[in-house]
């Protein structure tokens, strides 16, 4: 119980403090099924999440998180960055079938 108490307490201060520009934590992007979307989809995606792992990044480097809740942002920006590869490796075997 003390570890669940502990793990909750953990993740809420790490969210409490806000970032500095008051933003706080960044929304994740949607990412597009690579099989289905547009060029310009893939591309909106892939700035998009650009610009996540950015503004992820501004926002630990701004509330300056414990390791823990720093591992567990990192994780979140990492999950996100690898589901757009997913996608785009679909993206890029469906184009590569289409062209031949």
Not at 26 to 40: C, L, M, Q, Y
Not at 43 to 63: D, L, P, S, T
Not at 80 to 97: G, K, P, Q, V
């Amino acid at each position: 119980m003390k570890k669940t108490i502990a793990l909750v307490a953990a993740l809420a201060s790490g969210s409490a403090f806000g970032a500095c520009d008051g933003n706080g934590w960044p929304e994740r992007p949607e990412i597009p099924n690579g099989e289905v979307a547009t060029f310009e989809q893939m591309i909106e995606a892939q700035e998009a999440v650009a610009e996540f792992v950015k503004a992820g990044e501004a926002y630990m480097e701004c509330v300056k998180p414990d390791n823990f809740v720093h591992n567990y942002y990192v994780d979140r920006l990492m999950r996100a960055a690898e589901d757009f590869n997913s996608e785009r490796e679909a993206f890029l075997r469906r184009e590569a079938i289409a062209a031949n």
